[in-house]
């Protein structure tokens, strides 16, 4: 069974930074694609920003310049590193990965979640 773990959200001034983390674990044959999205009060659930093997990065263009996705392939590790934070950045993170967990069987999960609030 896959399980995606997050951390590192928190209560942050506006400007500040945070750097989330989420370790996939479980049997895992091979990961695809691992990405954030969020979703504010009151708002859909939004892509943020995606890291695609063979393909690169995607950022959704709110957050362009500001956060950097990256990935530690050994540690089935995605990081996010969110720098000047503005108050319109709150919102529940949620981890994604689509992971191939069986024989020519991959699947989309997600993590439980966790609040970013940028607040003076």
């Known amino acids: 069974q896959v399980q995606l773990a997050e951390s590192g959200g928190g209560l942050v001034q506006p400007g500040g930074s945070l750097r989330l983390s989420c370790a996939a674990s479980g049997t895992i044959f091979a990961i695809s694609a691992m990405g954030w999205y969020r979703q504010g009060p009151g708002k859909e659930r939004e892509l943020v920003a995606l890291?695609?093997?063979?393909?690169?990065?995607k950022y959704t263009d709110s957050v362009k310049g500001r956060f950097t996705i990256s990935r530690d392939y050994a540690e089935n590790t995605v990081y996010l590193q969110m720098n000047r934070l503005k108050p319109e950045d709150t919102a529940v993170y949620y981890c994604?990965?689509?992971?191939?967990?069986?024989?020519?069987?991959?699947?989309?999960?997600w993590g439980q979640g966790t609040q970013v609030t940028v607040s003076s």
């Open positions: 890291i695609m093997d063979g393909v690169g990065t």
């Open positions: 994604n990965a689509n992971i191939q967990y069986s024989d020519f069987v991959f699947d989309e999960f």
